[in-house]
């Protein structure tokens, strides 16, 4: 049981911490530095919490879904019109601030734009500084306008630093149609996938024995696709 609170191996280099650290530091600079030349520099401060939190996804997990365009303009969205719904009709206190937070939660999971940081805006948006609080809804544009020049950020960076951002859908491969080359073809461990991540040489938020599950019960279900289709096939 002990050896479960024990911190996974990361499957990077330090070049790739130096890469992502540089890239989290500049990216919350300037979308502070954005946010500040519009809305004023107490007003984007308030918000630097949420979005250096998110620049760390931006950054050091950009392959992560939780770190994807969608993820972080549609919670940031989310989090910022919920939380002054609920300041204005709850006000702004412990209670309404963490009330807000489990909203945001079930309306980011359910729009498929889950992105942690949107918890934190959340409460930061309701518990607001006086300056912030007197916008009212001009705060919105101002949590929107700070998502958007990190996303900027991360989308010029990222590539700049030849690592792919945003990812898009990878391309399902078909399931063997050769028994015979199916059955020569090893089986994928834990430890291959391990490997496989070390050779990418980027965070992957994920680990591998959750991949070597995946891939086990996609086994499973192609199976028994394929024993469905050999019936089928007997029965016409």
Not at 64 to 73: D, T
Not at 81 to 107: H, K, P
Not at 153 to 176: D, H, M, Q, S
Request: hydrophobic share 55%; aromatic share 6%.
């Amino acid at each position: 049981m002990l050896a479960r609170w024990l911190p996974a191996a990361i499957n990077t280099r330090p070049a790739e911490w130096s890469r992502a650290a540089i890239g989290m530091a500049l990216g919350t600079l300037l979308s502070v530095w954005v946010c500040a030349q519009v809305f004023g520099m107490e007003v984007a401060l308030h918000l630097l919490g949420p979005l250096g939190a998110s620049a760390v996804l931006l950054f050091a997990v950009s392959s992560g879904a939780l770190a994807q365009p969608w993820s972080i303009i549609g919670s940031y969205l989310c989090a910022a019109v919920v939380a002054l719904l609920v300041a204005r009709v709850l006000g702004r206190t412990l209670g309404s601030a963490c009330l807000a937070a489990g909203m945001t939660v079930i309306l980011i999971c359910w729009l498929r734009c889950l992105h942690p940081p949107a918890g934190g805006l959340a409460m930061t948006l309701v518990l607001a500084d006086p300056s912030s609080a007197a916008l009212g809804w001009q705060e919105l544009p101002a949590v929107m306008l700070g998502a958007a020049a990190l996303l900027m950020c991360a989308l010029a960076y990222n590539n700049a630093t030849r690592t792919r951002y945003p990812k898009g859908a990878t391309e399902v491969p078909g399931i063997f149609t050769n028994k015979s080359q199916a059955a020569r073809d090893p089986s994928i461990t834990a430890a291959d996938l391990k490997l496989a991540l070390a050779d990418m040489e980027q965070f992957y938020d994920i680990e591998p024995s959750e991949l070597e599950q995946l891939i086990h019960a996609a086994e499973s279900h192609a199976r028994r696709r394929s024993i469905g289709q050999v019936l089928a096939s007997r029965v016409e």
